[in-house]
């Protein structure tokens, strides 16, 4: 299995303050397509996970534009601005070219 | 609005059986992509199985010859067949469901699926 690793694994952020999350996979994620498969979700506590960024770095429709994706190949970043208190929980990355595998996760939590 | 609701879960000794199920709505069903993805008690996610519109079904390693997913179109339900169940398939078995394959954009909310004796 292609193997997605996060980090860091908790990530406290003062309110206000940027954050940024690493994933890296171990194969490159560029399909023959042309498109690189890799999906950021956003789990709450207590809750379904929510796709927040799709191929690498397209947002949802009702996702707020501090969140952004970049990277290609086999690293990837997930970058929120400016932290809330609503963007408390657990994000994981997703690879969609091979058999889908997740990341471990990062835990961002407020100081 | 898309719902997607999950049923069927439940406590099962090792070795039984059970059978999800998950009816959805708000959107098309048929040209949809329906997988389970499953996450152990605080634990990370993992994909399961997936079933393409053409009905072609893809498994995880550890579940292949153990657990089969199937799609009613009529019925806007997809199933996760499980048999032979061991501890760790303990999970909260999510339904997902995508227009491409290996994504999600819809959740539904889970079942649980506790293996112990």
């Known amino acids: 299995d292609v193997v997605m690793t996060q980090s860091p694994l908790s990530l406290p952020v003062t309110l206000g303050q940027p954050a940024s999350i690493s994933c890296r996979s171990s194969h490159s994620l560029v399909g023959s397509d042309g498109i690189t498969h890799l999906t950021w979700f956003q789990q709450r506590p207590g809750q379904s996970p929510r796709r927040l960024i799709y191929?690498?770095?397209n947002r949802d429709s009702g996702v707020p534009d501090r969140f952004s994706g970049s990277g290609s190949g086999t690293y990837f970043t997930l970058k929120i601005s400016r932290v809330e208190a609503e963007d408390v929980g657990v994000y994981y990355c997703l690879q969609g070219l091979y058999w889908p595998t997740f990341g471990g996760g990062t835990k961002v939590e407020i100081k | 609005e898309v719902y997607l609701v999950e049923s069927g879960g439940g406590l099962v000794q090792p070795g039984g059986s059970l059978r999800l199920s998950c009816v959805a709505s708000g959107l098309t069903f048929n040209t949809r992509y329906w997988s389970w993805v499953r996450q152990p008690p605080g634990g990370g996610l993992e994909w399961v199985a997936i079933?393409?519109?053409?009905?072609?079904?893809y498994y995880r390693d550890s579940v292949k010859g153990r657990f089969t997913i199937s799609r009613d179109n009529s019925e806007n339900t997809i199933y996760l067949q499980m048999n032979s169940l061991r501890p760790d398939d303990t999970s909260l078995y999510y339904c997902?469901?995508?227009?491409?394959?290996?994504?999600?954009?819809?959740w539904g909310r889970g079942t649980l699926v506790t293996v112990s004796s």
């Open positions: 997902a469901s995508d227009v491409v394959s290996n994504d999600v954009d819809y």
């Open positions: 191929q690498v770095s």
């Open positions: 079933i393409y519109p053409n009905a072609k079904t």
